[in-house]
């Protein structure tokens, strides 16, 4: 490729060459796709959490907007999010992020019952079994040894 022509005699190539190696592996690219699709995924959540399932709840409270939701921290009113945020008033919007703890948890909770069934189907790793120790001098040795490399004992 034209990169290594232009790299190649030069200081820190092998860094260059190095990263083009990790980039190219396969755990790399399962991330970045992991990374698409649970963006996706997110924006998926936000949408359900604002328009399914926070009205419906806010309806039961008594028509409340839970993304109106705020403490006005000025001595000027306003009457809503937008009008504070506009005017610039300093405010605490705790409708929003009572919709972004729901949109969390529920994130949270769908990757749990993913890796939970991941870990179900996956094979389990079989247990390593502990070193074999020279019963003299209690040094780790091989288990096919007759005579132990530390100590030097016949086993």
């Known amino acids: 490729m034209f990169v290594d022509v232009l790299f190649s ?18 755990n790399v690219l ?13 924006k998926i959540v936000t949408s359900f959490v604002n328009d399914i399932l926070m ?14 939701l705020f403490f006005n921290l000025s001595s000027q009113p306003a009457t ?23 949109d969390f948890l529920i994130v949270a909770f769908a990757i749990f019952l993913l890796i ?14 502990p070193a074999r120790l020279c019963p003299y001098c209690r040094m780790e040795i091989a288990e096919d040894a007759t005579k132990c490399p530390h100590c030097t004992s016949s086993l």
């Open 9 to 26: 005699k030069r200081e820190g190539v092998f860094m260059l060459n190095e990263f083009k190696k990790f980039i190219m592996r396969g």
């Open 55 to 68: 009205p419906p709840i806010g309806l039961l409270l008594g028509q409340v907007d839970f993304s109106n």
């Open 80 to 102: 809503s999010l937008a009008e504070a945020k506009a005017a610039g008033l300093p405010v605490i919007a705790y409708g929003s992020f009572l919709n972004s703890v729901i």
């Open 30 to 42: 399962d991330m970045a796709v992991g990374i698409i699709i649970g963006a996706a995924f997110g």
């Open 116 to 129: 939970k069934q991941v870990n179900r189907i996956m094979p389990k790793k079989a247990e390593a079994k």
